[in-house]
């Protein structure tokens, strides 16, 4: 923990401080949206067609892989949602920046290593190794370990008034470090740790009851303990945690690939794509035309999806159910604009690797707090890409899906702005579900 020590009688107890916490939770909130940035590259860059090279048992398989990504991807999503919870109700706002990836050696300890790379035998065992138990001994792949050596050490308990993150080996010791602490300002803050008027994402609003409203410490630490047991440092004997799923995977690909050397799951994506000349090595430059119009499209998307998430917290039940419509809409669009851009030659230069999705983050991301406002901002960003998508040198069929989707996202908006206008509801109809939102994308050969 990253404690302030008062003097005098106090000296030697560590306390606290709602900074401290808040610090911690911005971390939680990077790491998961990077992990699942990460899950998701690897999800985009498998193969879908049995022509690309793939006999009925490697298609059936990835298949399967497929739908075994997906629900990381959209657990990952959740617990994003329940730290932006956790915050909500310690008084601030939720955190949805994070450093664009590969993420710099240092920004977390030494052996949480974060990039982009297509899904693979050593991608797999470096998500088994992010995943992994804290009773469970692991070395990450060289590929990753490399970065280790670059970054330093964090200090074990500094005791300063600004607060930084702790060094920790696991996601989940990360995690057990947020819950000591949460217990430790309750015990010192009482009644007054947590805010009872903070708007929170309700989970069943999308489906998804594991994302509950935090107002006390048992409700605090039990989102933690969830968030841990379904991913970050779930024990060995659980067969369902992000660590078993991503194992039981890596057993199969290298049964496939045992009878099978040549086969490849995924499609030759570059690692670490970027849009501007890179400044480091292990990136690759995309500048190949159409994949710069379909990485631009693919951003600007995540960018939407991004400003949505915050417009939910800024502005609460007023606009709810609209914003969760306009996250899962993202989510499709995401992985309809994957598909054709991991076909596309990243570079003329290296004509064999594809382009990638890069997930680039503004450097705005905070929310306007009026309704009207934020929905008038959103209906502006996505007009601005219904045009964009309307020109991408792609195919006439997705090309047109694709605007008829933004349409509808667009005409949807606007009628929310006219009910917010008139101090309406948006909050009738069937319940949107995270959970099942196929981003994994349409049926192969659907382009």
């Known amino acids: ?132 138990p804290e009773s469970v001994a692991l070395e ?34 990360f995690y057990g470090v947020l819950r000591r602490a949460l217990q430790s300002f309750v015990d010192q803050q009482g009644d007054t740790a947590f805010r009872a008027d903070a708007y929170q994402l309700d989970g069943r609003l999308i489906d998804a009851p594991s994302v509950t409203i935090v107002r006390s410490l048992d409700d605090a630490v039990q989102a933690i303990d969830r968030i841990v047991e379904q991913g970050e440092g779930a024990s060995q004997q659980s067969d369902d945690s992000h660590y078993a799923r991503f194992s039981a995977m890596l057993k199969e690909l290298t049964t496939l690939q045992a009878a099978r050397p040549g086969f490849q799951p995924a499609r030759n994506v570059g690692m670490n794509p970027v849009m501007r000349p890179p400044q480091a090595a292990e990136r690759t430059h995309v500048t190949s035309e159409p994949a710069l119009a379909c990485l631009d499209a693919f951003n ?41 851009l991991t076909e596309c030659v990243a570079d003329a230069a290296t004509p064999g690797v594809m382009a990638g999705p890069s997930f680039t983050v503004p450097r705005h991301t905070e929310a306007i707090g009026d309704p009207r406002s934020a929905l008038q901002q959103l209906r502006e960003r996505c007009a601005q890409i219904e045009t964009a998508v309307a020109l991408l040198p792609i195919s006439e069929g997705l090309r047109a899906g694709l605007a008829r989707k933004l349409a509808a996202m667009r005409q949807s908006l606007e009628c929310s702005g006219a009910q917010a206008a008139a101090g309406l509801h948006h909050g009738h109809g069937e319940r949107p579900s995270m959970a099942a939102a196929p981003i994994h994308g349409g049926a192969p050969g659907s382009r």
């Not at 020590?5 to 990077?30: I, Y």
């Not at 792949?141 to 670059?150: L, M, N, V, Y």
């Not at 960018?303 to 039940?317: P, S």
Request: with cysteine; net charge negative; hydrophobic share 45%.
């Open 1 to 132: 923990m990253r404690p302030l020590e008062r003097a005098g009688s106090m000296a030697g107890r560590h306390e606290t401080t709602r900074e401290e916490l808040l610090h911690l939770l911005a971390e939680a909130s990077e790491l998961e949206h990077n992990l699942l940035c990460s899950y998701l590259f690897a999800l985009f860059s498998l193969k879908r067609r049995h022509d690309e090279d793939l006999r009925a048992d490697e298609y059936a398989a990835l298949q399967r892989w497929r739908k075994q990504l997906l629900s990381v991807c959209v657990e990952e999503m959740l617990h994003l949602t329940q730290v932006a919870n956790l915050t909500a109700a310690l008084g601030a706002a939720p955190h949805f920046n994070r450093p664009n990836l590969p993420v710099a050696p240092g920004y977390h300890p030494a052996e949480i290593v974060v990039g982009l790379t297509p899904l693979s035998a050593e991608t797999l065992k470096h998500f088994i190794f992010l995943e992994r």
């Open 140 to 173: 990450d792949p060289e590929i990753f370990s490399t970065h280790q050596a670059a970054a330093a050490q964090r200090d074990k308990r500094p005791t300063r008034l600004i607060p930084s993150a702790p060094d920790y080996t696991t996601i989940g010791e």
């Open 300 to 340: 600007a998307v995540y960018w939407l999806m991004l400003r949505t998430l915050a417009a939910l917290y800024a502005n609460g039940q007023a606009i709810a159910k609209p914003m969760v419509n306009q996250l899962l809409a993202c989510m499709h669009l995401l992985s309809e604009l994957a598909d054709p």
